[in-house]
């Protein structure tokens, strides 16, 4: 799923949601987390028990040493939780459980000219090019407070705690070699390098999620 069809499915569940709480209004929620920079639109189903659905951004780039090299990391994240929340006393206290729209992906570069060790050996590259992706589906499970929907006040605070599990994440890898001769072992030992890496990542099947914010009901 590209981004921008996830932006646009985005804008959609959350129209479609707002627009079907014409009898309860929602409340809304800014927040920040470790999913980024995002806000919640929350409808009181029961008394117990709201639906929420949000959206989270953020983006960021970093180098990363691997094997004594230095790559240009970037870790850009999109998600669309769509979630339900369980007040067990009505009050701030929840449980809440969901899917997750996930775009989030981690890419890897190198610039050019640049001299890399694949599998052992060292190539001079035109340039490398990565990311690791995951499920587009994910499914949270957490716990938090703060009721977007509470009757007892305007002003909320949220928090989250949880996992969003996003299934064994996906390694793609290509890369230009500045030697045109030395394609096909170039290609070779990042193909080794690809599958070591797929190995060393395939239990990191969950993300953990941690959220504050502050939310209001009208």
Known sequence: MRRDQVTWLAGVVLGLFVAGASAAPPGLTAKVGTLGVGADATLRLTDKVNGRVGVNAFSFDHDVDIDNDTLQGSVDLLTIPILIDWHPKKQGFRISAGVVINDNEIGLSTEPGDTIELNGVEFQLGSLNGSITFDNVGYYVGIGTGNACGQDDRWHF?????????????????????????????????????????????????????????????
Do not use: I
């Open 158 to 218: 949220s928090c989250d705690f949880g996992v969003m599990y996003h299934g064994e994440p996906d390694v793609n890898a290509t890369a230009v070699a500045a030697d045109e001769p030395l394609q096909s072992a170039v290609d070779s030992a990042l193909a080794v390098e690809v599958d070591d890496l797929q190995d060393d990542l395939k239990s990191v099947v969950v993300y953990p999620v941690f959220s504050v914010g502050v939310s209001y009901s009208f």
